[in-house]
T-cell receptor, first 111, second 113 residues
Framework: KNEVEQSPQNLTAQEGEFITINCSYSVGISALHWLQQHPGGGIVSLFMLSSGKKKHGRLIATINIQEKHSSLHITASHPRDSAVYICAVRSLIQGAQKLVFGQGTRLTINP | DVKVTQSSRYLVKRTGEKVFLECVQDMDHENMFWYRQDPGLGLRLIYFSYDVKMKEKGDIPEGYSVSREKKERFSLILESASTNQTSMYLC????????????FGPGTRLTVT
């Protein structure tokens, strides 16, 4: 079993829909990251959080430390949001500098 | 802006060749990482360096070696490329500490024929 599990693996939605991507992890963590990867490969960091909730534009990330669960929400989704979204954790076991990654969620937003 | 660059976007090599992938970062980061990314498997850590000439094995170091002679440059070496090393290779860098994120390069898609 992977230490970081994402669901769903693939998600297709219509423009304007509210999107939720989930991430569950099984280890103690110091922080959780949400990353975005567009076709072509480049990965950018969206959020880093260790508690509560963060918002940036139409993106919202939440984390529940007790339940070992995080969600990434996209409001008013747009075709340019189509990308792979990756959850990654800083595991207390692995060491503070390393990240453990989920398998990613491929999101496609149709116009 | 932090910039992480990789020497090639696309590379095609033959089985048995020695392959060098180079990564350069311009923000004086202590930590540098090499990952490979495969469909269904996500990102997996190959090697990690936390200082010049210092390295640590990641989850899948077999068949790879690394070199960090200067702080800004981290090289991944495939001593004898094999077809199962066909993959997307991503480099990243970060400062030391739990509050710092990793910055990724654009990736090198390596095909070994």
């Amino acid at each position: 079993k992977n230490e970081v599990e994402q669901s769903p693996q693939n998600l297709t939605a219509q423009e304007g829909e509210f999107i939720t991507i989930n991430c569950s992890y099984s280890v103690g963590i110091s922080a959780l990251h949400w990353l975005q990867q567009h076709p072509g490969g480049g990965i950018v960091s969206l959020f880093m959080l260790s508690s509560g909730k963060k918002k940036h534009g139409r993106l919202i990330a939440t984390i529940n430390i007790q339940e070992k669960h995080s969600s990434l929400h996209i409001t008013a989704s747009h075709p340019r949001d189509s990308a792979v979204y990756i959850c990654a954790v800083r595991s207390l076991i692995q060491g503070a500098q390393k990240l453990v990654f989920g398998q990613g969620t491929r999101l496609t937003i149709n116009p | 802006d932090v910039k992480v660059t990789q020497s090639s976007r696309y590379l095609v090599k033959r089985t048995g060749e020695k392959v060098f992938l180079e990564c350069v970062q311009d923000m004086d980061h202590e930590n540098m990482f090499w990952y490979r990314q495969d469909p269904g498997l996500g990102l997996r850590l190959i090697y990690f360096s936390y200082d010049v000439k210092m390295k640590e094995k990641g989850d899948i170091p077999e068949g790879y070696s690394v070199s960090r002679e200067k702080k800004e440059r981290f090289s991944l070496i495939l001593e004898s490329a094999s077809t199962n090393q066909t993959s997307m290779y991503l480099c990243a860098s970060s400062l030391t500490g739990i509050a710092y994120e990793q910055y990724f390069g654009p990736g090198t898609r390596l095909t070994v024929t």
